[in-house]
Nanobody, 121 residues
């Protein structure tokens, strides 16, 4: 069993910053890709930022230059530093990890429960 637990969401004013964190726990052999997604009311879930195990990153165009994803493989964690926040960044943010468990040869997708980020104008 694997758990992804997010933290760091909250309410912030336009132009403010927040740092999201996600910790994966369980019978984890290896974590490959990790990323952050978000879903605003009435919209589809979208990729915000992703990171391969070796640190290669990619970002949605809407957050480039404002958000930074980082990860600590030794601690099974991934962070999302968000700066210059805008009202349109308001959404539930989800952590995703592609994980290989001990005793399995295949990787599976795991998701966190989500954390709310609200940016007031």
């Amino acid at each position: 069993q694997v758990q992804l637990v997010e933290s760091g969401g909250g309410l912030v004013q336009t132009g403010g910053s927040l740092r999201l964190s996600c910790v994966a726990s369980g019978s984890i052999f290896r974590i490959n890709a990790m990323g952050w997604y978000r879903q605003a009311p009435g919209k589809q879930r979208e990729l915000v930022a992703g990171s391969t195990r070796d640190g290669t990153t990619n970002y949605a165009d809407s957050v480039k230059g404002r958000f930074t994803i980082s990860r600590d493989n030794a601690k099974n964690t991934v962070h999302l530093q968000m700066t210059s926040l805008k009202p349109e960044d308001t959404a539930v943010y989800y952590c995703r990890a592609v994980i290989i468990l001990y005793g399995r040869g295949l990787e599976d997708d795991y998701w966190g429960q989500g954390t709310q980020v609200t940016v007031s104008s």
